[in-house]
C-alpha cells in the first residue's frame, strides 16, 4: 500500500516565525489531506488537497502530485499553532494513510 | 453543525471486560471509518463502511475487534475480553466518497 513520509518530525519555533512541513508518498493519490491534532486530541481538518495550491489564513498548502510531495506552510506562527501536523494520503478511494507526523512546538 | 459525535469519551475498564465504543458520522455521509492511535504514532487504520457494508479490516482488528454499521448510521466498535495494549485512543470519521473526511474527537480507552 501507500506509504506516507513527513518531515521534520519535530519542529521549535519562535512566535511569528515561518515554517514548513513536508509530506511525502509513495505513489499517485487520490486524496491528500492535513491535520491538525490539539492537545486534546482532536484531529481538525486542515487543507484536502490531492494537488494544486491553496491557502487559508497563514496557512497554506501546495500538492505537486506529479512529484508526489505536499508542502503545508504556517506564516507568522502563533503558540496557538502548536501540536502535531499530519498528513494522510490513499489511492483509489481506500483508507486514508497517516504519515508520523511533525510535532511542532511554538514557544512565546 | 452537527460533527462525528463518538461516546464514550473515556473509558477505564479491567483486563478481561467487554468495551463498546459509539460513532455518529455526519448524516449522509456514506463512509465510515475506524482508526486507533497510541501516544507518539499516528493514526493506524481499523475498518470502513461504505454505508452498511464493512469494505476492508486491517489486520490490526484482531478476532476480538468487532464493528458493525446497522442500517448505514451510527457504527459501534466493540473490543471483548480487552488487554492492556488495546489502551489507545479509538478515533471515528465519516465522508463521502472520494472527498474529505472528519474525525470526532476520539473515545480513550485505558485498560487496568
Known amino acids: 500500500g501507500i506509504q506516507v513520509e513527513q518531515s521534520p518530525p519535530d519542529l521549535i519555533l519562535q512566535e511569528g516565525a515561518n515554517s514548513t512541513l513536508r509530506c511525502n508518498f509513495s505513489d499517485s493519490v487520490n486524496n491528500l489531506q492535513w491535520f491538525h491534532q490539539n492537545p486534546w486530541g482532536q484531529l481538525i481538518n486542515l487543507f484536502y488537497?490531492?494537488?494544486g495550491t491553496k491557502q487559508n489564513g497563514r496557512l497554506s498548502a501546495t500538492t505537486v502530485a506529479t512529484e508526489r510531495y505536499s508542502l503545508l506552510y504556517i506564516s507568522s506562527s502563533q503558540t496557538t499553532d502548536s501540536g502535531v501536523y499530519f498528513c494522510a494520503a490513499n489511492t483509489g478511494f481506500q483508507k486514508l494513510v497517516f504519515g508520523t507526523g511533525t510535532r511542532l512546538l511554538v514557544s512565546p | 453543525d452537527t460533527g462525528v459525535s463518538q461516546n464514550p469519551r473515556h473509558k477505564i475498564t479491567k483486563r478481561g471486560q467487554n468495551v463498546t465504543f459509539r460513532c455518529d458520522p455526519i448524516?449522509?455521509?456514506?463512509?465510515l471509518y475506524w482508526y486507533r492511535q497510541t501516544l507518539g504514532q499516528g493514526p493506524e487504520f481499523l475498518t470502513y463502511?461504505?454505508?452498511?457494508?464493512?469494505?476492508?479490516k486491517s489486520r490490526l482488528l484482531s478476532d476480538r475487534f468487532s464493528a458493525e454499521r446497522p442500517k448505514g448510521s451510527f457504527s459501534t466498535l466493540e473490543i471483548q475480553r480487552t488487554e492492556q495494549g488495546d489502551s489507545a485512543m479509538y478515533l471515528c470519521?465519516?465522508?463521502?466518497?472520494?472527498?474529505?473526511?472528519?474525525f470526532g474527537e476520539g473515545s480513550w480507552l485505558t485498560v487496568v
Open positions: 470519521a465519516s465522508g463521502h466518497t472520494g472527498n474529505t473526511i472528519y
Open positions: 448524516s449522509e455521509h456514506n463512509r
Open positions: 488537497i490531492p494537488s
Open positions: 463502511f461504505q454505508n452498511e457494508a464493512q469494505l476492508e
